[in-house]
């Protein structure tokens, strides 16, 4: 048997044997305790493999289809799986709709990952949003009201000391739970979803996202006014951060538009202008004045309900290294939202892809048809009748060999789309 799956009996390996948890329960592997001090950037090279349970074999998901010359696969089983962070060892976090961060070890190995194991549990619901940052060596995560932090070195099955470092919704409840992660040079940003549909927030961290230090410190806001950022990511060649925002309801059919946008080239404090404005500042509030609202660089329709994204790295060299035409763009996962239009859904759920040219879309705006900026990536996700949901696509990431990893809250699944 490969090492890589080898559960050898010895106490430096006790942390990985036994112990894999699917997304119905299990029964999570317990880590070594280890010190709680800052990690060096070597302890998480991607150098050393996790002991694990070897999981199922991979299987083709029954409907879904993906862009030519390419695979999916079904790789792991996780229930409510929401936002997803590669780690350097080949290794993949899975957040989720509970308590309960997952590790999905070995994803990329091509007869299989291994078993699904419970990372950690955060005394706190919805711990959906997840990311690492692997120059410090740190996880993030965001649940429904903190962020919270654990330090980690490849290999890790078990979070190292997962501690909170930031409070949010402190003053509100209701509306959009969860929260997403991202890190760009040092500097943590959190998305924080609105309390209602159409509000005047009283809360200060909702419909924003959140900056801090990495420790949690001076937490100020980055963008106001954004109903829900729950897609977060940063473009690995610039540095830039983006946001997929998921728009109002009760506005006219087919509006508004649902963007994707490089919060980064926004000086000060962006502002979106939600509740009142949206789109190319159009106006939705009786005397609302749009002039100072940020007019994003992506749209997809309305409706759309962008819960992941992840930026293709334009120097992609691993194993499984997608084909030119992908790098440096960005994958969106579309959840689809409720909304119906004669009895069918409005928006279908699928993984769309965006082509850049540095931090631009290749293709600018056109405010009379938000389908051209992208195109379908994974299919398959509704039937033809248009009410019948097999998967709703929530986060995306790209591993370490290049395979990019597609998780869907519906199916409780966990993909991998490769060459």
Request: hydrophobic fraction near 35%; aromatic fraction near 8%; proline fraction near 7%.
């Amino acid at each position: 048997m490969k090492a890589t799956f080898a559960c050898v009996v010895s106490v430096m390996f006790a942390a990985g044997c036994g112990g894999g948890a699917t997304g119905t329960g299990g029964t999570a592997a317990t880590a070594a305790p280890r010190s709680t001090q800052p990690v060096s950037s070597a302890s998480c090279s991607g150098a050393t493999l996790t002991v694990a349970s070897p999981g199922p074999a991979p299987t083709t998901p029954a409907g879904l289809s993906v862009a030519g010359g390419l695979k999916i696969q079904t790789v792991a089983t996780i229930a409510g799986a929401r936002e997803l962070a590669a780690l350097p060892n080949g290794d993949v976090l899975v957040g989720t709709s509970s308590s309960t961060l997952y590790l999905v070890p070995h994803a990329e190995e091509p007869s299989g990952a291994g078993a699904p194991i419970a990372f950690a549990t955060l005394p706190d619901a919805d711990a959906a949003g997840v990311t690492f940052d692997r120059s410090s060596c740190t996880i993030f995560v965001g649940t429904t009201n903190g962020i919270y932090s654990t330090p980690y070195r490849d290999g890790d099955t078990a979070a190292e000391q997962m501690t909170k470092i930031a409070s949010v919704r402190s003053s509100s409840s209701g509306g959009h739970s969860t929260t997403s992660v991202a890190v760009s040079n040092g500097t943590l940003y959190a998305s924080v979803g609105s309390s209602c549909n159409a509000c005047t927030e009283t809360d200060p961290t909702r419909a924003t996202i959140q900056q801090m230090q990495r420790s949690g410190a001076s937490m100020s806001a980055r963008a106001v006014h954004i109903r829900n950022a729950i897609a977060l990511t940063v473009d690995p060649q610039s540095g830039h951060l983006w946001a997929g925002d998921a728009g109002q309801d009760d506005l006219p059919a087919g509006h508004p538009y649902e963007f994707f946008d490089d919060v980064s080239t926004h000086a000060g404090v962006a502002d979106y202008g939600w509740p009142q404005c949206e789109e190319n500042q159009q106006s939705y509030g009786s005397g609302a004045t749009c002039a100072n609202e940020v007019v994003p660089l992506v749209e997809l329709p309305a409706y759309s309900t962008i819960i992941g994204a992840a930026f293709y790295p334009s120097s992609a060299t691993g194993t499984y290294a997608l084909p030119a035409i992908y790098r440096g763009g960005a994958f969106l996962a579309v959840h689809g939202s409720w909304h119906q239009v004669n009895g069918r859904y409005a928006a279908v759920p699928q993984v769309v892809f965006v082509p850049m040219n540095g931090d631009m879309p290749q293709t600018s705006v056109n405010w009379s048809d938000p389908t051209l900026q992208w195109s379908s990536f994974v299919t398959g996700f509704q039937l033809p009748d248009g009410t019948t949901r097999i998967g709703r696509p929530t986060g995306v990431t790209v591993g370490s060999q290049g395979s990019v990893f597609i998780a869907d809250d519906d199916a409780g699944a966990v993909y991998r789309v490769r060459p």
